[in-house]
């Protein structure tokens, strides 16, 4: 009889190097092309690379980012919230509201973040307690919500914003870079640490992947989700102080249709929207990649609905790339 | 690589396809509230006529998909970094806009607001494209013109809480006893813009009044209903319907019959007369209450307490010009 001792197997813990996968990565990818885009710009118009237009571009998509942020954690957790827009409508509203009784800056500062909490803790008790499905919740609320603007407002205004309240979205913090471009930058470093440092993101990702088996691992699902919500809502609020403090004004129809930008900025930077994966950088790179696309093209003064269609162009291309990388890379193997 | 190579490509030639014409001296960006609008086609129609008219101007016709304040303050700010000479703006919201245009403005730009304003420390002056004693007029004159030995006429309005309807109603009041004496006003009723509400006052006034020679609507959706009801009670010949319409809309009627001419403002004109505004301005002229401005071969304006001022009296369309402009408008 002899020993048979059977030859040891190697087993890897993961298919590619640190390296390979970095490289193969949605950011990396999302990363090319914000470059790329960069470098066509800069070809295309001799009016694109000041430092004062680089500065302005970012006007247009930093409060959508700030909420797309947000939108990515809630929607890695499996839920989404359409009612982002409307939120910006109210908070804006009762910030015009607390204007007529005469509250300064601060003031309206806090009731503009605190509108957009208590929307958000609306949306999510809906969700989490009564068990309903936030695509309609939120579809609902995004009425409710804008509707009450509507009822305050109706065809009027509300204007008149103290001089001080214009440097949330008017201001500069250094030279070309303005306060919300210095906001959004610090909000990604918080949310960063949020989603990939902390138990608490473990937690959005394994609810995304699968809630029972989260559920099971004494995961707090519906507390999570919550607070998710809240976040949405808080976020939300703080865009609608940029925005409105950038406007100057509130209408009711502030904000329209920015929930759908906002869920395209967090889709195109690499979050699923069946949930369970993504990444902070890929939307931060994300919300980048559709300020250059629309400031681009605006300085070669395409029209908007061109730009909408490049745009969609842009996403599928970006979605359907790595899925068309895989179907070649089976077929190899 | 290749998606950047790619990507580069597919701009470029977005680029090339769409890019603006030569290099000119002056480029004035003509600003619409949405793009793929016949009115604000028609007006971008008028401007390239007031720039070749002019010479060394390029006029860039832009606007967001939809009409929203933001879309435009996008736009404006990509005109801002393009440097542009002056913007023509029509505004979505007239307070939203006047940071961005302001900003505009520090950094040397010209901007004036036309058709739909912006409030004042938002631009240098506002060109409308008429005024209430203008539209007043010309509504009773539209009626009076086919009625030389005068005659009852009737208003249709929209509702009776609409401020510019009612401002329209007293001017039109208010001239009649001295330039129409013969012409008389019998009633005024209301259709609040519905199609269905409208077609009854209008059958409510032929009834009412057996010898009724003129129905007036100074609304498009009046104006139609109107013109309906006369159509279907065959009394085309007898009543004369005029007022505010959209040429497009109110063609059928004026090829029947049921109305001799009806008014409205003139894109064109619109579009024209923002080019030659800003291209004074730019050329230094003080935009400031009481100044006198040329716009060419639509006449002239004089601009009031808030540097804005009335373009002309509402154009109208008859038989021989219907067909042109309701292809536009």
């Known amino acids: 009889m002899t020993d048979v001792t059977p030859e040891a197997r190697h087993i890897p813990d993961r298919l590619d190097s640190p390296l ?43 409060e959508k980012a700030i909420i797309a942020l947000a939108m990515a954690l809630l929607i890695i957790s499996g839920e989404i919230d359409l009612s982002v827009a409307a939120i910006i409508a109210l908070a804006s509203t009762m910030m015009g509201l607390a204007l007529q009784f005469g509250v300064g800056t601060p003031g309206l500062v806090v009731i503009g973040i605190l509108t957009g909490l208590f929307c958000g803790m609306f949306n ?72 990939h440092r902390t138990n608490f993101g473990r937690h959005v990702f394994v609810i995304g992947n699968n809630p029972m088996a989260a559920r099971f691992s004494g995961v707090r699902v519906e507390r999570v989700k919550f607070i998710l919500f809240c976040l949405t809502g808080l976020m939300s609020g703080i865009a609608a102080v940029l925005l409105t403090s950038r406007l100057a004004s509130t209408r009711p129809s502030i904000a329209l249709g920015w929930e759908l930008e906002v869920v395209t ?62 179907m070649i890379r089976e077929r190899r193997a | 690589m290749k998606l950047l190579k790619s990507l580069a490509l597919s701009t470029a030639v977005a680029a090339t396809l769409l890019a603006a014409p030569a290099m000119a001296q002056e480029r004035i960006a003509l600003v619409v509230k949405t793009l793929g609008n016949g009115f604000f086609d028609a007006a971008a129609k008028g401007a390239e006529e007031a720039a070749a008219e002019i010479g060394g101007i390029e006029v860039i016709y832009t606007g967001p998909t939809s009409a929203t304040a933001e879309g435009q303050i996008e736009i404006v700010n990509s005109l801002i970094a393009q440097n542009v000479d002056a913007i023509a703006i029509s505004a979505n919201d007239p307070d939203a806009l006047v940071p961005a245009l302001k900003k505009a403005m520090q950094r040397g730009i010209k901007v004036l607001s036309w058709d739909s304003g912006v409030a004042a420390e938002g631009r240098q002056l506002h060109l409308n494209p008429s005024d209430t004693d203008l539209i007043g007029e010309t509504i009773i004159k539209l009626a009076a013109d086919y009625l030389p030995d005068g005659g009852d006429v009737a208003i249709l309005s929209a509702s009776s809480t609409a401020t510019n309807q009612n401002a329209w109603i007293d001017a039109a009041k208010k001239v009649m006893p001295e330039k129409f004496p013969n012409i008389n006003l019998v009633s005024v009723v209301y259709g609040d813009d519905d199609s269905v509400k409208s077609t009854n006052e209008a059958k409510g006034l032929i009834a009412s009044y057996p010898d009724l020679d003129a129905i007036i609507a100074p609304t498009t959706v009046g104006v139609v209903a109107a013109a309906q009801v006369v159509t279907d009670e065959d009394l085309i010949g007898k009543i004369n319907v005029t007022g505010l319409a959209l040429p497009s809309e109110f063609k059928q009627f004026i090829d029947n019959g049921a109305s001799q001419a009806v008014a409205l403002w003139n894109p064109i004109d619109l579009g024209y007369s923002a080019v030659q505004l800003a291209h004074q301005l730019i050329e230094g002229k003080e935009a400031a209450p009481g100044a006198t401005f040329s716009i060419g071969k639509v006449g002239e304006i004089t601009l009031d307490d808030t540097n804005s001022a009335a373009m002309a009296a509402p154009f109208q369309f008859d038989k021989s010009n219907i067909e042109e402009f309701s292809k536009i408008y």
């Open chain 1, 20 to 62: 390979r996968a970095a490289i193969l990565s949605w950011p990396a990818l999302l990363l090319v092309v914000a470059v790329g885009l960069f470098v066509a710009n800069s070809f295309l118009s001799p009016y694109f690379l000041s430092p004062w237009s680089l500065s302005d571009a970012t006007f247009n998509f930093t």
């Open chain 1, 124 to 195: 999510g008790f809906l969700v989490t307690r009564l068990g309903l499905p936030s695509i309609v919740v939120t579809i609902g609320t995004m009425s409710f919500f804008r509707g009450i603007s509507f009822i305050v407002l109706g065809d009027q205004a509300f204007k008149g914003y103290p001089p001080a309240f214009g440097f949330f979205g008017q201001g500069y913090v250094w030279w070309v870079v303005s306060f919300e471009f210095v906001l959004f930058l610090v909000c990604a470093v918080l949310f960063y640490v949020l989603l």
């Open chain 1, 265 to 326: 900025m967090v889709v195109l930077g690499g979050v699923s929207i069946l949930g369970g994966s993504g990444s902070i950088p890929g939307v931060v790179i994300a919300a980048f990649i559709m300020g250059l696309v629309t400031f681009g093209l605006g300085l070669l003064n395409v029209p908007g609905i061109v730009m909408s269609i490049f745009i969609g162009a842009l996403l599928i291309f970006v979605i359907a790339l790595p899925i068309v990388f895989r």
